[in-house]
């Protein structure tokens, strides 16, 4: 099993910044590279036999640092780690995603140089003057204005200015990394879901030091509250009831994308102040070990220090408790919005391809927020059904071993 040219992000070296107490190396695999967590020995066995190193050599320079180690115990353990990666590999090319049709929108060369310029947003002096202009704009925001009766044109302009508020976002993420070295990527459009979206690369930050991670984690959402105060002022000005729609629907755009469940911007953020890789999965791990820890099985210490377990133990109650609200409340909702969804579509092809009329703007609202409700309460039911799957896999994972 010769997989020696293909793992050419060895030579990358890349260790990662985080709170656990030994290094945590990231193997970056494939064109549009999916990186894999390696432990050091891992990652020495790969990079010596990069280097045609036999196993015979590394047995004996792993047996003079730890307890003998044969040649073939080390070929065993290094044709694991290349079926594991190709596993690894092999899902990550094949699996779904919730995003698709995606086409590259603005090149990498052009996003580049924008991203350079837009930097000087992250530096001390900027910073300080755009966040007290987000916080007053927040403060005369119509809070007590929410009423979005509009024509359909007027619906239309505040949607696309609400697009270009998510399209500043993502230059948000790529200025965040060009300002700390690390390399935006083009920015694309895409649809999550059936939502129109879009996205860019910021994969180079893992190079990056944890709380220059965080800045470019958060730099979307900064950018288009930047956006956003300025929507408002106009707003404020004018009173052109687009703005007003743009305006709550970054709020709303803003507030989702924090959340610390879902893989958006809040999660990453999370992940990185603590210093964890995998955040997701801790939730898991963490359960497993204090369970076996009170069956008296022996089980290894978690590798991060006692203030980051005790808020990773907050965080995994806290995903349990938001899934249950989501099993006991959302989901009787969701369930009631899908059984409406098929009459609500109907009518609106019927109001447009056959009685040829205008279509209604209150219909194409009630669309709009059922097949919202819809989509995330689809994500959600299948990131539960992943979880579960993945738990009963690894503890029948677990026995088999064990038998």
């Not at 609400?162 to 230059?171: C, K, N």
């Not at 893989?263 to 070990?289: A, C, E, M």
């Not at 019927?350 to 919202?372: C, R, V, Y």
Request: charged share 15%; proline share 4%.
């Amino acid at each position: 099993m010769d997989k020696l040219n293909q793992l050419e992000g060895l030579e990358e070296r890349l260790i990662v910044d985080t709170s656990e107490g030994h290094p945590v190396y990231l193997l970056a695999v494939g064109k549009h590279p999916t990186y894999i967590r390696l432990s050091a020995t891992s990652y020495y066995l790969l990079e010596q036999r990069n280097l045609g190193v036999s196993f015979e050599s590394l047995s004996q320079t792993l047996s003079q640092k730890n307890q003998y180690v044969s040649s073939e115990e080390v070929e065993n353990s290094y044709n694991k780690i290349i079926h594991k990666i190709s596993q690894i590999e092999s899902n990550t090319q094949s699996k779904s995603s919730e995003f698709f049709f995606r086409f590259t929108l603005i090149p990498k060369f052009l996003v580049e140089p924008i991203a350079r310029t837009l930097s000087i947003c992250f530096s001390r002096k900027v910073v300080y003057f755009l966040l007290g202009t987000i916080g007053l704009a927040i403060a005369i925001a119509p809070r007590h204005d929410l009423n979005l009766e509009m024509s359909t044109d007027s619906f239309f302009w505040g949607y696309l200015l609400f697009l270009f508020s998510l399209l500043i976002h993502e230059f948000g993420h790529a200025s965040a990394c060009q300002r700390y070295g690390a390399k935006p990527s083009d920015i694309g459009f895409t649809f999550y879901l059936i939502w129109p979206a879009f996205y860019s690369d910021v994969s180079d930050a893992w190079r990056l030091k944890r709380w220059q991670r965080v800045i470019v984690d958060i730099g979307g959402v900064y950018f288009q509250l930047i956006i956003a105060s300025c929507y408002i002022f106009i707003y404020t000005a004018s009173n052109f009831s687009p703005l007003k729609l743009a305006i709550i629907m970054i709020a709303g755009s803003c507030l989702f994308t924090l959340n610390p469940v879902f893989k958006f911007d809040g999660y990453w953020v999370i992940s990185d102040v603590l210093g964890v890789t995998n955040l997701s999965q801790q939730p898991l791990r963490i359960i497993r070990h204090y369970w076996d820890k009170f069956r008296g099985r022996a089980v290894r210490s978690l590798p991060w220090p006692p203030r980051i377990m005790g808020i990773l133990t907050f965080y995994t109650i806290l995903s349990f408790v938001i899934w249950g609200y989501f099993i006991w409340i959302i989901f009787p909702l969701f369930w009631q919005e899908v059984l409406n969804y098929p009459s609500l579509v109907t009518n609106i092809f019927s109001d447009f391809l056959i009685s040829n009329s205008a279509l209604d703007l209150a219909k194409i609202q009630s669309f709009i927020g059922s097949t919202f409700l819809i989509s995330i309460g689809g994500l959600m039911l299948f990131q539960l059904i992943q979880l579960l799957f993945k738990f009963t896999q690894k503890i029948l994972v677990k026995k088999h071993e064990t038998n």
